[in-house]
């Protein structure tokens, strides 16, 4: 059972260089998000999909771009990585939304470590 | 400001020790979980609380949500090294977001 596979695992880009993460999903989720994680921060939304073709902006967006042209797929870009983007990102999805009273339960992938130099 | 705050950041103890952390917000919410996670990997969800006062009981976890819907507490009984961990509360406040505290880093020491 892969469950969310996210590549790739690790990335050092110099500052200004464009790079884009993949996301891939095997259990027919709806729902599709993309967090960073950083000390003390706990996880921050960048992105989420709630269907194939659509996307929205989440908490911290800038410096980012999304797609998500197939349902099992959600990829996140960076167009000119910055030093400030230096983080752990993490690529959810889920069966029921995230809000509301019944709160779905997230699936995340193993994280993909991304240092900007 | 975070909407969420947890409690304490971070905790060493030996094995076989009680502990609890704390989840606390000035927000209500319409639900809450938590996840643990550990090195390497991704959050997985442990429990979903959504009545106020609900207890759950996950073997050696007690969840708790409280009366209000702004907080929530994680005791364990006869901690092991299994459960070391990071503890991500998340909750959802009524449509306006989702989001996730920053978490407890749990050492249990053999």
């Known amino acids: 059972n892969a469950g969310v596979t996210q590549t790739p695992k690790f990335r050092v880009l110099k500052t200004g260089q464009s790079m884009t993460l993949l996301c891939a999903q095997d259990m027919n989720h709806e729902y599709m998000y993309w967090y960073r994680q950083d000390p003390g921060m706990g996880l921050r939304l960048i992105h989420y999909?709630?269907?194939?073709?659509?996307?929205a902006k989440g908490e911290v967006p800038d410096g980012y771009n999304v797609s998500r042209l197939k349902k099992q797929n959600f990829l996140l870009g960076l167009e000119s990585a910055a030093p400030s983007q230096t983080s752990v990102y993490f690529c959810a999805s889920s069966r029921i939304w995230t809000g509301g009273f019944n709160t779905g339960e997230l699936f995340f992938g193993e994280g993909s470590r991304l240092t900007v130099l | 400001t975070q909407l969420l705050e947890q409690s304490p950041q971070f905790l060493s103890i030996q094995e076989g020790e009680n502990l609890t952390v704390y989840c606390n917000s000035s927000s209500v919410f319409s639900s809450l979980q938590w996840y643990r996670q550990e090195p390497g990997e991704g959050p997985v969800l442990l429990v979903t609380v959504v009545t106020g006062g609900e207890v759950k009981k996950l073997k050696r976890l007690t969840f708790q949500f409280g009366d209000a819907r702004k907080d929530s507490s994680l005791h364990i009984t006869a901690a092991q090294p299994g459960d070391t961990g990071l503890y991500l509360c998340?909750?959802?406040?009524?449509?306006?977001?989702?989001?996730f505290g920053p978490g407890t880093r749990l050492s249990v020491l053999p």
């Open positions: 999909s709630v269907g194939e073709g659509t996307t």
């Open positions: 998340a909750g959802e406040n009524y449509g306006q977001n989702f989001v």
